[in-house]
Structures are given as C-alpha cells and as structure tokens.
C-alpha cells in the first residue's frame, strides 16, 4: 500500500514567493526522502531526513520530519520559475515507497 | 557522479510484440537496480529489485513472465516488456542503488512506452 502522501496535490505560486508541500506516512521509517520530477523526466533527489533528525537543510530546502506525527514537510523559498515539477515524499524502510506527489508551478 | 541513463527514451510498439527497456549505471557500478511504473499524474510503483547475477525480487502483483528483468552486469540491467498490451503502456523508470551512498537511489530518465 502507499505510504506517502503529498498535501496539496497541487500548488500554484508566484515567483520569489516560499512553497510549503506536506508529506504524511503510516508506519515507521528508516529515512524520508524529497523528489522533484520535471514532467516526463525521471526523478532527481534532493534531501535525504533520518528518523532521527528533526530538521534539515540544503540550499533553499528546508526539510522537517515529526516521527511522532508521521509527517514532513518541504519548504522551497524564494521560489523560481525552474522550480516548476512534481515533488515526491519517498519513505525508505525497506524499500522506497513514493507518495502521489505535488505539482508545483512557479508563475514568473 | 551517479548518472543513470535509460534507453530508448520514449517506444511505440504493436499489441503483442516484446519490448526491452535497457537501464544503465554510467559512471558506477550498481549491485543493485530498482524498476518502477508510473501511470499519467500517479505515484511511481515499485515493480521489481534487480540484483547483479540472481533473479529480480518481484513486487505483489507484478507478473514475473510479464516483465522479464535481467541483470547482467554491475552496470546494465533490463527490463523486457514480453507480449505488451495497450494497458502496458505506462511510463518506466529504473534506479540504481549507488555502493558509497546505499540510502540514495538515483533514477534514469525514464522510458514512455506507448502500445498501440
């Protein structure tokens, strides 16, 4: 069954603005991971979040992680308009299981 | 480093024939391949895990004489769609589990597979 799963299944913001997606999950994990998926491309990873971590960063992601909830959320700032793909939350137990993901679209 | 490639990007092929999708590692050697399907505005599916010289482990589900996989080498593994149907079509991709980062997969591209 799919253990993730994106909030909202859509976001449309304006450039330079913060995009916030929300990941929730059903049973324990090893790691959380963020994906983006331009349309028809394979997927590239961004940031990895252990079970242990609660926050963590990497460029202009920003990743949290609340065990206690089974939820994450990835937060883009000053978004531009390259930012534009499907973002998936992937949780690694014993294999990667992908949420349904968020498509994000960055108006110039 | 880790680049993933796939090919053929995109094949268009007739009811019943056999389709082989060819999945590299280009600048690692990769014990381990994942396959996964993804339907239009879907969740990517974990088809099978291909692990160099043995068989691949088979998702619930999938259908083993379906889709062949073979994983010949530490860089090449492929996915052969065998008798593909219309309901085939779908949008495959493979990752590769790299040896100094086991947490991380890194995917190809892709392959759209249309079965007319």
């Known amino acids: 069954s799919q253990q993730g799963e994106e909030d909202p299944q859509a976001l449309s913001i304006q450039e330079g603005e913060n995009a916030t997606m929300n990941c929730s999950y059903k049973?324990?994990?090893?790691?959380l991971q963020w994906y983006r998926q331009n349309s028809g491309r394979g997927l590239v990873h961004l940031i990895l979040?252990?079970?242990?971590?609660r926050e963590k960063h990497s460029g202009r992601l920003r990743v949290t992680l609340d065990t206690s909830k089974k939820s994450s959320s990835l937060l883009i700032t000053a978004s531009r308009a390259a930012d534009t793909a499907s973002y998936f939350c992937?949780?690694?137990?014993?294999?990667?299981?992908f949420g349904k993901g968020t498509k994000l679209s960055v108006i110039p | 480093g880790a680049v993933v490639s796939q090919h053929p990007s995109r094949v268009i092929c007739k009811s019943g024939t056999s389709v082989k999708i060819e999945c590299r590692s280009l600048?690692?050697?990769?014990?381990?391949m994942f396959w996964y399907r993804q339907f239009p505005k879907k969740s990517l599916m974990l088809m099978a895990t291909?692990?160099?010289?043995?068989?691949?482990?088979?998702e619930q589900g999938v259908e083993k004489d379906k889709f062949l996989i073979n994983h010949a080498s530490l860089t090449l593994s492929t996915l052969t769609v065998t008798s593909a149907h219309p309901e085939d079509s779908s949008f495959y991709i493979c990752?590769?589990?790299?040896?100094?980062?086991?947490?991380?997969?890194?995917f190809g591209p892709g392959t759209r597979l249309l079965v007319l």
């Open positions: 291909s692990n160099e010289g043995s068989k691949a482990t088979y």
């Open positions: 600048d690692f050697q990769a014990t381990t």
């Open positions: 979040i252990r079970s242990n971590e």
């Open positions: 049973t324990s994990i090893n790691n």
């Open positions: 990752s590769a589990g790299h040896p100094s980062d086991r947490e991380t997969q890194y």
């Open positions: 992937a949780t690694d137990k014993y294999q990667l299981t």
